[in-house]
């Protein structure tokens, strides 16, 4: 089975810019989640859906940050626009319930901004 | 405050060693207990987890861990270590044991010398 995808891989761009990073779940997957990972802060859960609805997006940083979910297969985290301490590894990751509430994650997009 | 603690930021240990990478958490209730391994530049992959029953539960990659209830720990053991272990290893709990709301531990590098 396919794993979580997720693109681009490594980003970088200038601040201001607006970014995008996507995740494709593991398909029959219910939840869909967005973390970052920072060395100051570890890994932090930033907002989840359920059914492609958001449930909590308590962790999301700020108003610069928004998520989207318009179907089971794909989602989205947009920064805009971006600073240098947005700088981070973003994960999206998937689970499934009475799969024993696990948490699939993909590789990762590694954001620069400079 | 609810917190995952693992005390070892880095470990190092010879090829053919064993390992034990210590996690505690400060719940209340038995939540559900995971191990993650990340290597470099990857995501984030499920070693193993524990939700009720035997304390001993095994994993992939000869990894073991134990649950604790008196010590509120969740020890990550391997009895001979090899070098492709080299990575970083995070705890997880999901405190309301079915929430997905998992609570990471900030991490053990594990450096392994030939």
């Known amino acids: 089975d396919a794993g979580v995808i997720q693109s681009p891989r490594h980003e970088v761009t200038e601040m201001g810019q607006e970014v995008t990073l996507r995740c494709k779940p593991i398909?029959?997957?219910?939840?869909l989640f967005w973390y970052r990972q920072t060395m100051m802060r570890g890994l932090e859960l930033l907002i989840y859906?359920?059914?492609?609805?958001?449930?909590?997006d308590s962790g999301m940083p700020e108003d610069r940050f928004s998520a989207k979910m318009p179907n089971a297969s794909f989602s989205t985290l947009k920064i805009q626009p971006s600073e240098p301490r947005d700088s981070a590894v973003y994960f999206c990751?998937?689970?499934?319930?009475?799969?024993?509430?696990?948490?699939?994650f993909g590789e990762g997009s590694w954001l620069t901004v400079v | 405050a609810q917190s995952v603690t693992q005390p070892d930021i880095h470990i190092t240990v010879s090829e053919g060693a064993s390992l034990e990478l210590r996690c505690n958490y400060s719940?209340?209730?038995?939540?559900?207990l995971f191990w993650y391994v990340q290597s470099p530049g990857q995501g984030l992959q499920l070693l193993l987890k524990?939700?009720?029953?035997?304390?001993l539960v095994q994993g992939i990659k000869g990894f073991e861990a134990e649950f604790k209830r008196s010590q509120s720990s969740f020890n990550l053991r391997k009895p001979s270590v090899h070098w492709s272990d080299a990575a970083e290893y995070f705890c997880?709990?999901?405190?309301?044991?079915?929430?997905?709301?998992?609570?990471f531990g900030t991490g053990t590098r594990l450096k392994v010398l030939a």
């Open positions: 990751a998937s689970g499934q319930p009475y799969s024993g509430n696990t948490i699939y």
């Open positions: 398909s029959g997957h219910d939840y």
């Open positions: 859906f359920n059914n492609n609805v958001p449930i909590d």
């Open positions: 719940y209340g209730a038995t939540p559900y």
């Open positions: 524990y939700f009720s029953g035997d304390t």
């Open positions: 997880a709990v999901d405190p309301t044991s079915g929430t997905y709301k998992y609570i």
